[in-house]
C-alpha cells in the first residue's frame, strides 16, 4: 500500500533539502575564496576579513624558549594590532609544515610566517607559496635554498655567532683560571638533528675549538633541545668518560636534564664545581641558575621576534623594500651581569 504524504511534512522535505544544498555552495565557494581554515581544528568562517591575515606554522612547543617565542609571536599579530592569524603547531615534524604551508596558500593568506624544524627540503613548497604571490618571512631557523628569491627575509638570531661566543667565553674562562695550556675534556649535547640553531651554533664553537689543540671533545650527541632527551644524553656521557670537564648544551632545556644527570652521578656543577656548565637561550629560570652559580654561563637566543615580523610586514604593506635578514640583539650571561633587576624585567 503506498504511503500518502502531507503536503506539510513535503514542503519540510524541499526546504531542508534547499538548505541543505545553500550550506554545501557555502561551503565551496568559502573555500574557494579562502574563508576558511582546516589546519588542527573543524573549519571555521575566518573574522575579520577586513585584517592583515598572517598564516603562521610554529615548529613546535619543544621548550620553554619555543613557549615564549610562540607568545611573543600571537601578541604582534593580534586583532588588536591589525592582524587576522592562522596559527599551526607542527609538532617537531617538517611533513606538517609543509601541509600547514599549502594551507595557507590555498587559504590566499597575505603573509606566511614559519620557523622550520629543519634547514633542507622546502625548495618546493617555497616555490608554490612564490607562484601564488605571497611573500614568505623565515622566523628564528634559517632554511638552505638555491633560489634565495624563494622567500622575502629572515628573522631570528645569528646561531653561529653564538657558538662562536661561546667558544670565546670559554677561551677566557680558561685563562682566569691558569688552564688555557691543560687538556680539557668537552662534551657537546646537540639539538635537533639538522635544524639552523643546532648547525650554528656546532659550527661557531668548533671554529673557535679547533684553534685548541689540548680541547678534546670526547663525544656530541643529539639531545633534540628537550630536558628529557638532555638528561638521556648526559646519563650515557657519564658511563663512558669520568673526566669531563665541561658541557656544551646547545639549550636551556637539555641542560635542565644535563645538570640532573650529573647530579645524580654524585659531581658537581658551576662555578667551583667539577663540570663547567655553557649553555644558550638564557630563559628566566636558567638565568636564576647563572645568578646562583649553578650555570656558568648562558649565550642569550632572544625569542622576542614578533614585533620585528610585525614591523616587516608594516614595510612590505606600504611598498618599502626590506633586508634579507635581520637578527635579534643578544647577550651572554654570567653571574656577574644576572643581577636582581635584570630578572624582574625579564619577560621569558
Excluded at 17 to 24: D, P, T
Excluded at 191 to 205: K, P, V
Excluded at 260 to 271: D, L
Aim: proline letters at 1%; hydrophobic letters at 40%; aromatic letters at 8%.
Amino acid at each position: 500500500m503506498a504511503i500518502s504524504m502531507k503536503p506539510s511534512a513535503y514542503i519540510n522535505k524541499i526546504v531542508m533539502a534547499l538548505m541543505l544544498a545553500v550550506l554545501l555552495l557555502i561551503a565551496l565557494v568559502g573555500s574557494r575564496l579562502g574563508l576558511f581554515t582546516d589546519l588542527d581544528e573543524e573549519p571555521h568562517i575566518r573574522e575579520d576579513a577586513d585584517k592583515i591575515v598572517v598564516g603562521v606554522s610554529q615548529l613546535g612547543s619543544e621548550s620553554g624558549w619555543r613557549s615564549a617565542n610562540t607568545e611573543s609571536v600571537q601578541n604582534a599579530l593580534s586583532k588588536q594590532n591589525g592582524y587576522f592569524m592562522i596559527f599551526s603547531n607542527a609538532r617537531q615534524k617538517q611533513e606538517n609544515q609543509i601541509k600547514a604551508i599549502r594551507s595557507f596558500i590555498a587559504q590566499r593568506v597575505d603573509y606566511i610566517v614559519f620557523a622550520p624544524v629543519v634547514k633542507s627540503g622546502w625548495e618546493t613548497v617555497l616555490q608554490e607559496a612564490k607562484e601564488a604571490g605571497i611573500p614568505v618571512i623565515i622566523m628564528d631557523r634559517g632554511v638552505d635554498v638555491a633560489d634565495k628569491n624563494l622567500y622575502t627575509t629572515f628573522v631570528g638570531t645569528d646561531s653561529v655567532e653564538e657558538g662562536r661566543r661561546a667558544g670565546v667565553w670559554l677561551e677566557e674562562h680558561l685563562k682566569k683560571q691558569g688552564k688555557a695550556d691543560e687538556r680539557i675534556n668537552i662534551v657537546i649535547l646537540k639539538g635537533t638533528e639538522g635544524s639552523s640553531a643546532q648547525i650554528g651554533r656546532t659550527t661557531g664553537f668548533a671554529m673557535v675549538s679547533g684553534k685548541h689543540n689540548n680541547w678534546n671533545i670526547l663525544g656530541q650527541k643529539y639531545g633534540d633541545f628537550t630536558i628529557y632527551k638532555g638528561k638521556e644524553v648526559m646519563q650515557d656521557f657519564l658511563e663512558m668518560y669520568d673526566d669531563i670537564d665541561v658541557v656544551i648544551s646547545q639549550n636551556d632545556d637539555m641542560t635542565f636534564g644535563a645538570i640532573e644527570a650529573i647530579r645524580e652521578s654524585g659531581r658537581t656543577v658551576g662555578i667551583d664545581g667539577d663540570i663547567t656548565i655553557i649553555s644558550f637561550d638564557a630563559v628566566y629560570e636558567a638565568l636564576e641558575m647563572v645568578a646562583e652559580g649553578i650555570i656558568n654561563v648562558d649565550i642569550e637566543c632572544n625569542p622576542n621576534q614578533g614585533e620585528y615580523i610585525s614591523e616587516i610586514i608594516s614595510l612590505l604593506e606600504s611598498g618599502q623594500e626590506v633586508e634579507k635578514r635581520y637578527y635579534i640583539e643578544e647577550d651572554v650571561f654570567t653571574i656577574e651581569n644576572v643581577t636582581e633587576e635584570l630578572l624582574e624585567k625579564r619577560t621569558y
